[in-house]
């Protein structure tokens, strides 16, 4: 009996793991259009889907802060990208608070998506990493993003807005203000949601 959905992930390279979380992959093998939840999480991210091998779509969504549904295509398969906090700066360089619990349609020219094989999961994800890699080529990441980035994956958001603070030197007021900039939600908000799906 075939599955009536098929459901993967690959995690990012080591040059990749500070800004993206996984890569996942969803097919709905059914002629019937699929209904998924999608839970509060701690990332936003980037989603292809393909047809008759043929891309359909291509957005990003912003950070979700509500449970939504959405509905899959038929016979259709779905690739997404779960980005980090640090992704809008330094990888895709521009805010993504302007489409919190929403998405932007993406030109198939962004990351040269309109060339990827798309022959195998395994495929696009090789080929959205090396777009990714030279986005990040020769940028440093001042140190206190990145302790917050880090901190905040290695706790699941198990620890309180003052305590992070506190451990990478950074005051709330201007963790507020750059998570409220590129993100759109404040440090407390995004913990909140951190746990949501833990």
Known sequence: MTEKSIYKEIKPKTDLKDFVHSFWMHHNNTNAVEKITIIPDSYFKMVITIKNNKIISYFMTGLWTEEKIIPIASNATTFGCRLKILAPEFLLEKEIASITNGFQQLDLNFLNANKFDVSSFESIVEQWQNELILKISNKEIPGNKLRLSQLLDTTNGEIS???????????????????????????????????YHF
């Open 161 to 195: 807005a003052t305590e992070v603070s506190n451990q990478i030197y950074w005051t709330n007021r201007q963790i507020n203000r750059y998570l409220n900039k590129y993100i759109g939600v404040s440090l407390k908000k995004y913990l909140i949601n951190f746990k």
